[in-house]
């Protein structure tokens, strides 16, 4: 009866050995799946942070151009038709012909 215990015994101590070796592994997996994604995530967004940094840089160029005297005659010049005060507007007739 002692020898059937003691077998009884080692088997079971085997069985959960072997049960929590196969939750380790399992959980080893998962947290190395898990990790990958996690650095995936990590990836695009350090991708997307120097995109919009990029972006901002532009963004601020261009408030400051904005406000600049050659902006502020290109925009008078090709939105409102304005001209300088020495400048002489030379209009094409034969323009409105062709068309």
């Known amino acids: 009866m002692k020898k059937i215990f003691k077998v009884v015994k080692r088997l079971f101590v085997l069985a959960f050995v072997i049960l929590f070796l196969i939750y380790s592994v399992t959980t080893v ?12 995530q990590q990836y695009e967004t350090i991708k ?5 940094k990029k972006e901002n840089e532009y963004l601020r160029r261009l408030a400051q151009y904005v406000q600049t005297k050659e902006y502020i005659q290109q925009v008078a010049r090709e939105k409102l038709g304005l001209v300088g005060k020495d400048e002489i507007v030379f209009i094409d007739k034969n323009k409105k012909r062709r068309q």
Do not use: R
């Open 29 to 40: 997996v998962k947290q190395h799946m898990i990790l990958q994604q996690v650095k995936a």
């Open 48 to 52: 997307q942070i120097e995109k919009l």
